[in-house]
């Protein structure tokens, strides 16, 4: 039981340039978040799906897509990236809303120059 | 919007009890208590959470006050690794704010040897 992969761990990406941070789960859990933490702060919700085929943006949605096609997977795409997106991106399953933890992957470090 | 004070540290000899408060003032009937913490960067780890009882398992207690204004953490005997930072979260029990998630900046726990 692995819980929340992500991959990868560390990218260096160039203004402009694009990019898929892949985040996968094995615990059959419909709900799924993407969250970012910059430096000293707590994490902000950037998009969340609550089942394949059904994704929502939170917080902070500008410059990122998401897709889910399948429940274990909810990969979060970066298009042109801008040092402003330089970040650890955290991805976070749960079985349900309210009374449910949530798992968090180990998360991607992503800077941006 | 975090909704939730927590001091920005705290120090703890290691084998003593560490006692984390939270205020969360506003909080409504129906929002839940939850505690996370993040180890160096690491992905934040579910802790424990409750509505309206004190709760306990294997990593911690959480003593919610009667009128469900403020909450304690309880690390009963607390160890080297449990130096992390400590955040209290509430979160509605279901409705349209799933994902809402808010991470302040927490506590910054530090145990002492």
């Known amino acids: 039981n692995a819980g929340v992969t992500q991959t990868p761990k560390f990218r260096i990406l160039k203004i402009g340039q694009s990019m898929t941070l892949q985040c996968t789960q094995d615990?059959?859990?419909?709900?799924m978040y993407w969250y970012r933490q910059d430096p000293g702060m707590g994490l902000k919700l950037i998009y969340y799906?609550?089942?394949?085929?059904?994704?929502d943006k939170g917080e902070v949605p500008n410059g990122y897509n998401v897709s889910r096609s399948t429940t274990e997977d909810f990969p979060l795409r970066l298009e042109l990236a801008a040092p402003s997106q330089t970040s650890v991106y955290f991805c976070?399953?749960?079985?349900?809303?309210?009374?449910?933890?949530?798992?968090f992957g180990s998360g991607t470090r992503l800077t941006v120059v | 919007d975090a909704k939730t004070t927590q001091p920005p540290s705290m120090d703890c000899a290691e084998g003593r009890a560490a006692n984390l408060p939270c205020n969360h003032s506003?909080?409504?009937?129906?929002?839940?208590v939850y505690w996370y913490r993040q180890i160096h960067s690491q992905g934040p780890q579910y802790i424990i959470h409750?509505?309206?009882n004190n709760e306990t398992n294997e990593m911690a207690s959480l003593i919610i006050t009667e009128d469900r204004k403020s909450s304690t953490l309880i690390l009963p005997h607390a160890t080297l690794r449990d130096t992390a930072v400590y955040y209290c979260?509430?979160?509605?029990?279901?409705?349209?704010?799933?994902?809402?998630?808010?991470f302040g900046r927490g506590t910054q726990l530090t145990v002492w040897p």
């Open positions: 976070a399953s749960s079985y349900g809303q309210g009374a449910y933890g949530y798992t």
């Open positions: 615990m059959n859990h419909n709900y």
């Open positions: 506003t909080i409504s009937g129906n929002e839940y």
């Open positions: 979260i509430v979160r509605v029990g279901r409705g349209s704010t799933l994902g809402r998630l808010y």
């Open positions: 409750g509505l309206k």
């Open positions: 799906s609550v089942g394949a085929g059904i994704t």
